[in-house]
């Protein structure tokens, strides 16, 4: 936990922000079964509560009473059954003292706290539940039909603007994960070898983690297969002229995350086919980051990646005509599907239980562009100091993508399907790492983590 002053001011720059009426309900996430109710997964707090209460505990909820000027706490202390199989634990008291939280109930009293508060036609203001257990409890406490469950967007518009510009306390953690992933992905680029699992790498990636008391942020995407932006499966075995993609990162015990991408040979050394194209995205890589700064709109941002992109990969011949007409067609996408980067913090892709409409953009900068690639884009809005985002740039080759559009003749006139049909197999290439949003400029979080194609190589061990 932070200090004690630190969860208390931000509950009250909440409670100015949300006026003098009404009441801000925040309910904890509970245990999920995996197989039966007492063999859960392992807890994670919502990270909503973490960041205005800290306490990392179940089957609790929160209200900050605005016409009455008090928060109240309800949850209650381990049973004598639950102390004979779980040993004492810090009481649940003693963590709301240090949230300066002083008023403390039982559970079962926050139905009827809601019911006096609806009877006397006071606004309950809650955010967008995505655990089932939370979305039956709003139904029973609001008296409403699931379909029926209307977060507050007022609320939901308050914690946005308040979370999204990250204190510096809130750096330092980010720092700290990025520190413990720097030696995740070293260990990763130093251990593999042709012959190896992918599931190998994972483990040792996540062994590093729990070293130092760390969970990860998301489940790593360890992969020969980096065409698949989401890979989660671990069982090819690593051959030579293969690339690796290794996307992890870590979580501190407060919550916070990190999010970095390194993508390496299996050999020793790059082949010249994987040393161009890794060039390519390490070059909008750079050109990207060179955008950021306060008031910039990241949309911008990402179709200057794109821009670059499609230059790179016209002057390899994968690409044809002029990259500025191809990405106004949006033919760069067979190559490049998705986002340049989102947000990050609490979350790995921070606030986005919230509503991407929200947090990416804004009423005033709304998701108007819908079509294959820009619908990705989970970021577009103008930049402000304080936000913490990543720049994540790639290469894709999609075999059934290819296969489609090939079919159709589509984008025929920028892409070139005789050369990329050479390279169904080829897998993909992304550059990952995380950057602070300044007034005039950015600032890379956490060490430098090695990215060029020389500095790669020679940190490689020879087998």
């Known amino acids: 936990m932070f200090s004690t002053q630190t969860y208390y001011k931000r509950r009250e720059i909440l409670a100015q922000a949300m006026g003098n009426k009404g009441i801000l309900l925040f309910l904890s996430n509970g245990e999920n079964p995996i197989n039966f109710e007492d063999n859960t997964y392992p807890f994670r707090q919502d990270s909503t509560f973490l960041y205005y209460f800290g306490i990392q505990q179940p089957h609790i909820a929160a209200c900050i009473d605005l016409d ?47 019911a006096i508060a609806r009877s006397k036609q006071r606004k309950v203001h809650y955010l967008p ?22 977060p507050s967007v007022a609320f939901i518009q308050a914690v946005v603007a308040q979370r999204e510009s990250k204190e510096d306390q809130e750096i330092s953690e980010i720092e700290k994960a990025l520190t413990l992933s720097n030696d995740m992905h070293l260990a990763a680029m130093r251990l593999t070898k042709p012959g190896m699992k992918e599931y190998e790498i994972a483990a040792a990636i996540q062994y590093i983690a729990a070293q130092e008391n760390c969970g990860l942020a998301y489940p790593s995407i360890v992969t020969v297969n980096g065409g698949i932006l989401h890979n989660h499966y671990q069982g090819n075995t690593l051959q030579s002229g293969q690339l690796v993609l290794n996307d992890s990162g870590c979580e501190t015990p407060s919550g916070y995350a990190s999010d970095l991408t390194r993508t390496f040979p299996v050999d020793p050394k790059f082949t010249t086919e994987q040393r161009e194209l890794y060039q390519v995205v390490l070059h909008a890589f750079e050109g990207a980051k060179s955008q950021l700064k306060a008031g910039v709109k990241f949309k911008d941002v990402h179709l200057h990646a794109a821009l670059l992109l499609s230059q790179g990969l016209i002057d390899l011949g994968f690409m044809k005509g002029k990259a500025e007409e191809a990405v106004q067609a949006n033919a760069h996408t067979m190559f490049f599907q998705c986002g340049l980067g989102h947000m990050m913090g609490l979350d790995v892709h921070d606030m986005e239980d919230l509503g991407e409409q929200y947090v990416g953009y804004t009423a005033d900068e709304p998701k108007e562009n819908q079509v294959f690639g820009l619908k990705s884009l989970r970021l577009g809005k103008t930049l402000k100091a304080g936000h913490v985002l990543t720049i994540e740039p790639g290469i894709y080759f999609i075999p059934e993508l290819i296969e489609r559009w090939e079919a159709e003749n589509k984008y025929k006139a920028f892409i070139n399907y005789e050369k990329l049909n050479k390279y169904k197999t080829f897998g993909g290439i992304r550059i990952e790492d995380n950057f602070l949003i300044e007034e005039t400029g950015y600032r890379q979080l956490g060490p430098e983590l090695i990215r060029t194609v020389e500095d790669i190589e020679a940190y490689r061990q020879p087998f």
């Open 68 to 114: 009455e000027n008090r928060t109240v706490i309800f949850g209650d202390e381990l049973s004598i059954d639950a102390l004979v199989w779980m040993g004492r634990q810090e009481m649940l008291q003693t963590k709301c003292e240090k949230a300066g939280v002083k008023e403390t109930r039982s559970y079962a009293e926050l139905a009827a706290y809601i």
């Open 129 to 150: 539940p995505y655990q089932p257990a939370n979305k039956m409890l709003l139904s029973e406490l609001l008296h409403i039909p699931f379909q029926e469950i209307q």
